[in-house]
Structures are given as structure tokens and as C-alpha cells.
């Protein structure tokens, strides 16, 4: 069965540094990663997703992930932090013998101060 | 560009009524999802179709069920409405090409049942 855990409820980071809010997961065949946002009262935002290829995947707003196969993790990453990010932000997970649905962790909320 | 249009965007229901939530997927795509996302929680995958059929199914209550119909749009239909059923009830639309598309979201239908 496919799962995501998001080992923080929340991340706060000042304007202008670098932000990491990690995820990691488990399925049963190959793994399809996605990042979503929601801003409040707000649907969810897709950011960006691994397929194949290249580990670091680059995504909307200057977010990027990198795909780890051996640590199971997919952490999103951004060199500097703006306070327009703050948001709830999760990551969702698909694998190739669990049907199309589409699993998400518990969500992190990051804060980022000016 | 269009979006996934979900309507009603709020609803207010009594214990024991029924509802109904509409989805009009982005043009072009096949598939549908439901999630239910409460106060605080992750989105929970609730059901999904590709071409009118049901493809997937998740932690959807006995009370509910849904269809896709043949212009794509879909309803999902709650009876015997429980206190707990109080959410944001969202629905997400893709191109079934395989899973690695990523599913678009609607603005959800807030649904309060009092």
C-alpha cells in the first residue's frame, strides 16, 4: 500500500534563506512524487512532480525537489524563501500497481517571516 | 486557462438531509477525484472515474456515491448527512496518461451540516 509521511507539522524559515520541507514514502512499485500547496480557503496547487529521469526536479515559483530512491525521500527545496510561500504544502504520492489514486501526507505548514 | 469548477463553493445542511456536489472537470479530461479534507487534515481520497466508470475507491462512507456522466462532470450525492460529514469536499481533474499526470484541483465545496 502506498503511504507519505511528512515528519513536520510545520517549518519556519526568515525571508531570503533557503527552505527544505521533507517528505518521504513508501509504495510498492515504482513511485510517481508530487507537491501540492493550498493557500487558505483555497483548492491545491500542483507544484511539481517526478516521473523518471533526473533526480532534481524543477517545479512553479522557483521550488525544486530531489528524488532520493535509496532514502525513499522526495524533500522540496527552495535557495530563498519568500513570504508569499507560506502556505500548507504536501506531498502525494502514486505508484504503478496502485491504481490512479493519488496519496497525500498530513501536510506541513511553512511560515516564513520577513 | 480553464479550471475544475465545483459548485456550490459553501453548503449548509441539517443532520438526516442529503447533498449533492458538482464537479465540471477541465476540458479535455477524463478522469475525476474526490477527496474530503477536514478542518485541519490532509485531503482523503474518496473515489474516482475514468470515462464514466469508477476506478478507484477509497474511504467513501456507504451514504455517499458518485458518477461521472457522459459530458464528464461528476456528482457525488450524500444522504443521511452526519455532523462529522462537515468539510471541504474537493475535486480534482487529469488526462488518465498514465500515472504520472498530475490532478488539477477545483476550489472545493465547503459543506456544514448543522
Known amino acids: 500500500a502506498q503511504s507519505v509521511a511528512q515528519p513536520e507539522d510545520q517549518v519556519n524559515v526568515a525571508e531570503g534563506n533557503p527552505l527544505t520541507v521533507k517528505c518521504t514514502y513508501s509504495v510498492s512499485g515504482n513511485p510517481y512524487l508530487f507537491w501540492y500547496v493550498q493557500y487558505p480557503n483555497r483548492g491545491l496547487q500542483f507544484l511539481l512532480k517526478?516521473?523518471?529521469?533526473?533526480?532534481l526536479v524543477k517545479g512553479s515559483y522557483g521550488f525544486e525537489a530531489e528524488f532520493n530512491k535509496s532514502q525513499t525521500s522526495f524533500h522540496l527545496k527552495k535557495p530563498s524563501a519568500l513570504v508569499s510561500d507560506s502556505a500548507l504544502y504536501f506531498c502525494?504520492?502514486?505508484?504503478?500497481?496502485?491504481?490512479?489514486?493519488?496519496?497525500f501526507g498530513a501536510g506541513t505548514r511553512l511560515f516564513v517571516k520577513a | 486557462a480553464a479550471g475544475v469548477i465545483q459548485s456550490p463553493r459553501h453548503l449548509i445542511k441539517e443532520k438526516r438531509e442529503t447533498a449533492t456536489l458538482k464537479c465540471y472537470p477541465i476540458?479535455?479530461?477524463?478522469?475525476v477525484y474526490w477527496y474530503q479534507q477536514g478542518p485541519g487534515q490532509d485531503p482523503q481520497f474518496l473515489i474516482s472515474f475514468y470515462e464514466k466508470m469508477q476506478s478507484d475507491k477509497g474511504s467513501i462512507p456507504d451514504r455517499f456515491s458518485a458518477q461521472q456522466f457522459s459530458d464528464y462532470h461528476s456528482e457525488l450525492n450524500m444522504s443521511s448527512l452526519e455532523l462529522g460529514d462537515s468539510a471541504l469536499y474537493f475535486c480534482?481533474?487529469?488526462?488518465?496518461?498514465?500515472?504520472?499526470?498530475?490532478?488539477?484541483f477545483g476550489q472545493g465545496t465547503r459543506l456544514t451540516v448543522v
Open positions: 517526478y516521473i523518471t529521469g533526473d533526480n
Open positions: 502525494a504520492v502514486r505508484d504503478d500497481t496502485g491504481g490512479f489514486k493519488t496519496i
Open positions: 476540458p479535455r479530461h477524463d478522469t
Open positions: 480534482a481533474s487529469s488526462v488518465r496518461q498514465g500515472r504520472g499526470t498530475e490532478a488539477f
